[in-house]
């Protein structure tokens, strides 16, 4: 059974940094691509980064480029999400996601690929 499990949230202050992490079981992992995404209240889901299966090939959004990296270790089944100078728009629960997808682009990187979901993990940003 596939399984994903997000850590590494908290409470930081403006201008902190935290380190997000995406363990995963239950599958092959070096078939799927891995993305962050984020859900402030009262806002809908939207994508901060998807890594494709080899680790080259990354995609950020707008608001993170420059401030977040995505990587990920594919021998601990692990992907990371570095994130610096945060601010408090940033504020959010995270949530770790998988897909199966055969020749990665940047416009993958969308949730209707996404298919399996970790719980989410909660950042939060303090002005």
């Known amino acids: 059974q596939l399984r994903l499990v997000e850590s590494g949230g908290g409470l930081v202050q403006f201008g902190g940094s935290l380190r997000l992490s995406c363990a995963a079981s239950?599958?092959?992992?070096?078939?799927?691509?891995i993305a962050w995404f984020r859900q402030a209240p009262g806002k809908e889901r939207e994508a901060v980064s998807c890594?494709?299966?080899?680790?080259?090939?990354?995609t950020y959004a707008d608001s993170v480029k420059g401030r977040f990296t995505i990587s990920r270790d594919n021998a601990k089944n692990t992907v990371y999400l570095q994130m610096n100078s945060l601010k408090p728009e940033d504020t959010a629960v995270y949530y770790c996601?998988?897909?199966?997808?055969?020749?990665?682009?940047?416009?993958?990187?969308?949730?209707?690929?996404?298919?399996?979901w970790g719980q989410g993990t909660q950042v939060t940003v303090s002005s």
């Open positions: 996601a998988a897909a199966r997808l055969t020749g990665y682009t940047g416009s993958y990187c969308r949730e209707t690929f996404f298919g399996s």
């Open positions: 890594i494709s299966t080899s680790g080259r090939s990354t």
């Open positions: 239950g599958f092959t992992w070096d078939y799927y691509t």
